[in-house]
């Protein structure tokens, strides 16, 4: 795997972190660090010594964005780089970023994001695919696109909804203001903002947290979160019901159990 995402398992506690590693160019999401990033994403999918992701960026920034240079087809030969087949080709193009903002969505394992710096148009749209948001109090976020006459190709349209509201949503797109971090935090778009020097120990250890706990049970809940958003409720009962019986059947529930009446901390093996 190329240098442009370092990969770095702790194996001891489950978790591995995902470094975008282009910090003087603000760790923006060139043709090679998508690339990078989907194929570390898809061996930590089949990997079940791994149970949590972190992913955040090196230097300055969490991500900027898409590569300017290939965004107006410079030296590089990302999916942005105008060619003879037109918006078609275009189009086409965006196979990896979707690729990537669908890996860390519906993975089965819970992905951190730690965030510091800016987090700007595919940057942003980047985090919002995530299960949880740990900012550091630098942190910004804006969605770029409107600046640039562009319209937010990496889920942006669908994601920020969801995720801030539809009020803030359309702000957001339509003026590319940024957000700081205190409104972020308020709007229940970050789980908790701390310094920078805090920002990675404390997403380290929520995935320690996460990794400690029942494997079977944490996917399938992720799994039901994200298929409940296009789910009535009576379906998503019906789902849920399977979802369960699968946990009681688990050795991990029985294992839960006996740590319960034994008052001890449980050793979940995801079986």
């Given at each position: 795997m190329s240098s442009s995402v370092?990969?770095?398992?702790?194996?001891k506690h489950g978790f591995v972190t995902l470094t975008l590693n282009r910090p003087d160019r603000l760790n923006s999401l060139s043709?090679?660090?998508?690339?990078?990033?989907?194929?570390?994403?898809?061996?930590v999918a089949v990997d079940d010594s791994i149970r949590a992701v972190i992913i955040t960026g090196a230097g300055r920034a969490f991500c900027s964005g898409a590569d300017t240079d290939e965004l107006t087809g410079g030296p590089g030969e990302g999916p942005h780089?105008?060619?003879p087949g037109g918006a078609e080709e275009l189009r086409r193009g965006f196979r990896l970023a979707r690729k990537v903002i669908l890996g860390i969505y519906e993975m089965e394992k819970p992905v951190i994001a730690a965030i510091h710096g800016?987090?700007?148009?595919?940057?942003?749209?980047?985090?919002?695919?995530?299960?949880?948001?740990?900012?550091?109090d630098t942190a910004r976020f804006m969605a770029a696109y409107i600046h640039v006459g562009l319209f937010p190709g990496y889920g942006g349209t669908w994601l920020y909804p969801r995720l801030v509201g539809p009020a803030k949503a359309a702000e957001l797109m339509y003026t590319g203001n940024f957000m700081e971090v205190d409104e972020a935090k308020s709007l229940g778009f970050l789980n908790s903002v701390v310094t920078e020097e805090e920002l990675l120990p404390a997403a380290q250890k929520m995935a320690r947290r996460i990794a400690s706990g029942p494997p079977i049970a944490i996917r399938l809940a992720k799994t039901m979160m994200r298929r409940g958003m296009s789910m009535d409720l009576e379906t998503s009962l019906e789902m849920s019901a399977a979802a369960e019986a699968i946990t009681l059947s688990s050795e991990d529930h029985v294992e839960g159990m006996g740590a319960l009446r034994q008052k001890r901390r449980p050793e979940f093996k995801g079986i």
């Open positions: 370092i990969r770095e398992i702790d194996g043709n090679d660090l998508l690339e990078s990033l989907s194929d570390a994403l898809d061996d780089k105008p060619g800016s987090a700007v148009g595919a940057g942003f749209d980047l985090a919002c695919a995530c299960d949880i948001r740990i900012a550091a």
